[in-house]
């Protein structure tokens, strides 16, 4: 056997070496150079050099997140958010100077642009002034449009007109008001939708004209930029390291052959297929999930880093909840408000989860649907950051007696509330949103007992048009599926699903139990729907605790409205507008549906329904 020259040997390491890190981290080489070998471009007066580019220059002058365009001379920072001009660059301080392109014409325009949240900007805002702390978290500023004319407090919203125009009639069928940023969008009037999120400088315009707003903001705001991540490179450079130890250890021993050379290389390669592998696997996560944020435009929620989200909830110290997509936390704000975050669990999919929760309550305000604060996304680590709700879950109101203190008014109004926001889902929005899960659990109770529909983690957003939508799944939580989910021959899935769980829920609501219960008193009580419409079938009275008889009256609506909503079939079912009809109703007295087989064993007694 004989043995190889040691030189040979470390020259074939190092090249393989260089190969791996060429060939799976190719942005170590071109990050490490800062673009130095590009020199600087200009726009205008506006000199551009890395980590910025013209979109002209070439990929590797500058980091993709900062490429700029120069029309007509000025550079354009253009985000899913909007467009922002670029004022001035520092680049000892790492500071950028952005304003919105409809406040710096100085026409009649409204500002659009939110502010560029998503990395590699840390959300700080530069003072203009001398202050003894150079740096502060910016406010903002919402610009909502309303389909009416509001009064400056409504419902103790300060609404403050954002023409900034002469005050002619205006010739379109809309209004723009400006409302401070710590308003919750929830508090908003049904005919106001937020079009943009303006960085503002102002932390409070309680009292600001229309022009001290747009003199402000035409100010502009400077925002600092972050260094690149190099944990990667880091990573990387510890597996070079360790490789090549393990080269030494075999070029140390006193025979080399090359049995050793094809064993130290299928090592190398082994461990290099595996990085590979694991690292195409997230970034493909990753693109998924940044083409879907920069798709979104005018986008709302506010992006955290990691480490925000850590320092939110004290190290993810007080734990509220957890369920089947991720455990939820309490948290704090540095304004004070109080946020609970849920930490997604590592997808199975390509981010799918998380893009479905964005996707439908990013853009959502109701004051019956949860709202998204803001969100976290760092490959593996994702999060949500939502209002926080006083009073929890539905579902510990219903099921732990020692909770079981509401009034049957007050069930009455939770049920119209998230009936209000599941037919919010379904009618109000650009979208039809089907929710799929709609359960106690994911019901929010906040400081007065609103409720919210929350959890979006199995919703699908469809064409209003679509009537019949696809799933290449049955998904949602077993009691409140809807059968046509099992068993397509009973109907096509529909936004009759959501109507169906809401109706089990119901029936929960009303009897304060489980509606399958096999430690239940007597037999018949097992299945409570079936035990509730034995009693009307026989004329009982409903024995459900001391009832005004005006309780029992709405208590005996709630039932026979659940009736209708879990129904066999979809077609059977109403909307959920058809719904809140029923429930609203005083004068006419509601029909009792006839019994579906869910009530039954034999569930071929109602094929010819």
């Known amino acids: 056997m004989t043995r190889p020259k040691q030189p040979l040997f470390w020259l074939l390491l190092h090249l393989l070496a260089l190969g791996l890190a060429l060939s799976f981290f190719p942005h170590v080489c071109t990050a490490r150079i800062k673009g130095e070998h590009c020199g600087s471009t200009l726009c205008g007066n506006l000199n551009i050099s890395y980590p910025f580019r013209i979109k002209s220059r070439p990929r590797s002058c500058g980091r993709k997140t900062f490429e700029l365009v120069c029309d007509n001379n000025r550079a354009i920072l253009s985000r899913g958010h909007g467009d922002f001009y670029v004022q001035h660059i520092s680049y000892v301080k790492h500071t950028i100077q952005l304003v919105d392109v409809n406040l710096d014409n100085h026409s009649c325009s409204f500002p659009h642009s939110s502010l560029p949240l998503d990395y590699p900007f840390n ?37 403050i007109d954002a023409s900034r125009c002469s005050a002619s009639p205006p010739t379109t069928d809309f209004f723009c008001y400006f409302l401070d940023g710590k308003t919750a969008p929830s508090g908003l009037h049904p005919s106001c939708t937020v079009e943009a999120r303006v960085p503002s400088s102002l932390h409070n315009i309680s009292g600001a004209s229309t022009s001290d707003i747009y003199k402000n903001l035409m100010i502009g705001v400077q925002l600092r930029w972050s260094e690149p991540n190099f944990h990667e490179d880091y990573r990387l450079k510890s597996l070079l390291q360790l490789l090549l130890l393990v080269a030494e250890a075999f070029a140390s021993v006193a025979i080399f052959g090359n049995m050793a050379i094809r064993i130290t290389l299928g090592i190398l390669c082994f461990i290099a297929l595996a990085v590979h592998k694991q690292r195409i696997r997230h970034l493909s996560m990753d693109v998924e999930i940044e083409n879907f944020l920069q798709s979104q435009k005018n986008f709302m929620p506010i992006r955290y880093s990691y480490a925000e989200v850590k320092k939110i909830t004290e190290g993810f110290k007080n734990k509220l909840g957890q369920g089947g997509f991720g455990t939820v936390f309490k948290g704090k704000l540095r304004s004070g408000k109080l946020v609970a975050v849920k930490l997604l669990n590592e997808s199975k999919g390509n981010g799918q989860d998380f893009i479905n929760e964005v996707a439908t309550i990013g853009r959502i305000h109701h004051v019956n649907v949860v709202q998204l604060v803001g969100f976290c996304v760092e490959g593996k680590k994702q999060a949500l950051v939502y209002d926080f709700m006083t009073n929890g879950s539905l579902d510990k109101f219903l099921f732990l007696p020692e909770n079981s203190s509401l009034s049957w008014q007050k069930m009455f109004e939770i049920a119209l509330g998230i009936g209000r926001g599941i037919e919010y889902l379904h009618t109000g929005c650009a979208m039809q949103i089907l929710h799929f899960d709609i359960k106690p659990h994911n019901i929010l109770l906040d400081e007065n007992f609103n409720p919210k529909v929350s959890d979006f983690g199995l919703a699908k957003s469809y064409s209003t048009g679509d009537s019949i939508v696809s799933l290449t799944a049955a998904r949602g939580t077993i009691g409140y599926m809807a059968p046509e989910l099992f068993y397509k021959s009973i ?103 006839p019994r579906s087989f869910v009530f039954s064993v034999d569930m071929s007694s109602n094929e010819g329904d």
């Open 491 to 593: 109907g096509s899935v529909s936004y009759k699903a959501d109507v169906y769980s809401f109706g089990m829920m119901l029936m929960e609501m009303v009897g304060r139990r489980k509606n399958l219960n096999a430690f239940a008193n007597h037999s018949s009580q097992i299945y409570f729907p079936s035990w509730i419409y034995d009693q009307f079938e026989l004329g009982e009275n409903i024995e459900l605790g001391d009832m005004t008889e005006n309780e029992n009256r709405t208590v005996r609506k709630m039932i026979i409205v659940a009736f209708w909503c879990i129904q066999t079939k979809p077609i059977h079912r109403p909307s959920m507008s058809k719904v809140l009809k029923m429930l609203e109703s005083e004068v006419e007295p509601l029909e009792v549906p």
């Open 123 to 159: 959300g700080t805002l530069v003072q203009h002034e001398s202050h003894h702390d150079p740096f502060y978290n910016y406010s903002e500023i919402y610009v909502v449009k309303c389909s009416r004319k509001m009064n400056q407090s409504w419902s103790g919203v300060n609404y």
